[in-house]
């Protein structure tokens, strides 16, 4: 997958600089995270890292941008498949693979910058943009398949909400408890629950609908 | 609300020193917090607090322990109710009040101490034995419901686990990233999609169910 660098730093300059991030916190964990380490893992010095990403919350807020864009990056190919496939396929990318070890390093370190992210500004905005992408992605691929009848009438903005914490709920019990039944509870109930009940399309409108009193 | 206090502990000097914690770690956080601070806020002596809780650690995870008797003893007047409104008021009482200050000061330390459970054994165990009492509770519920037609047959475990992992994440999502929209959305979606769905009890059972699977 390619992924986009900021405009003022060359691109492999940036890939080299996002790989060894990653790397190191991995390996490291945020508490030992040094921009020496980084820089090692990069081959580059410490004084273009600063000259680049100014401090080590700037360079990890520049990680942040860069695990979403891969994200994105991850979902070109998919974008012309039916809504209800294409919402299958995002809860599975957003799922973690039970063997996968690199990612439970990875996002152990994550839940980490999330706790920080009351208190440190940099984090919480960069993490509420990369949660603001993810929830836009699930709610375009729902709106379309309720505009094109696969999916029933929804508000797709809260369902995307809804779908995105369920999501997050399990990723945090599978990364800081061990609890990996979380995440085949939250695949299989996303199913039964939420895209069985969106097919429903023909099937007329007496459902509970908590939206239908907010119209007045 | 009465919550019983270890055996070793005396009840009053027990439920000094957990309200004692509670308000050490709203107003100083994880980060911030010594068991002096603690003992002073109780009127305890330092060296009381060691004597009955051993370290800081040992105090921290005394405290889970009482959030959760807490929350059990806050279930208590609410057993006789059908199973769909005793499974409404878990999910209430499971989600923040929106302008709780205090609540939103302590579910920010609280994901601190999830954030450290990978590395620390003692936090991860309890933080365990917490989620598995709130998943037995939601369990039971479903189980009651199933059992006397009010719900549709489905796995309770793995209903339970769903629908805790979407109230975990609405609530890490406003506690970290100050968005209180997902709150909002699981509430929403939860009525609309899990508790309306478990209603249709009469219904015949056509609805996927991906544990069909599973028998062979």
Redesign the interface.
């Known amino acids: 997958v390619t992924v986009a660098a900021p405009d003022s730093i060359p691109a492999d300059v940036h890939a080299d600089v996002m790989s060894a991030t990653g790397e190191a916190l991995r390996e490291c ?1 945020y508490a030992g995270l040094t921009m020496q380490e980084i820089a090692d893992r990069a081959e580059k010095s410490k004084s273009l890292l600063h000259y680049h990403y100014d401090t080590k919350e700037g360079l990890l807020v520049a990680f942040l941008e860069h695990l979403v864009r891969r994200f994105d990056a991850k979902l070109d190919g998919t974008a012309d498949a039916p809504p209800d496939e294409r919402l299958a396929d995002l809860i599975d990318l957003l799922l973690p693979d039970e063997d996968d070890e690199d990612w439970a390093r990875l996002h ?1 370190v994550l ?2 910058l ?2 920080q ?3 440190q500004e940099a984090f ?1 905005e960069q ?2 943009r990369n ?1 603001a992408f993810l929830q836009r992605r699930l709610a375009e691929t729902i709106e379309d398949g309720v505009e094109d009848g696969t999916f029933r009438e ?2 797709p ?3 995307a ?10 990723r ?2 599978r ?5 990996a ?2 995440v ?14 969106l097919r429903r399309s023909g099937e007329g409108t007496e ?5 239908a009193g907010d119209d007045d």
Not at 161 to 170: E, H, P, T, Y
Not at 184 to 197: H, I, P, S, Y
Request: aromatic share 4%; no cysteine.
């Open positions: 964990g152990r839940i980490e999330r706790a992210a009351p208190h919480r993490l509420n949660k929804v508000d903005d809260r369902t909400r809804f779908v995105l914490s369920a999501l997050d709920g399990a945090s019990a990364t800081t408890l061990g609890d039944d979380d085949e509870a939250v695949r299989a109930g996303l199913a039964e629950f939420v895209l069985a009940d459902r509970v609908d908590p939206a």
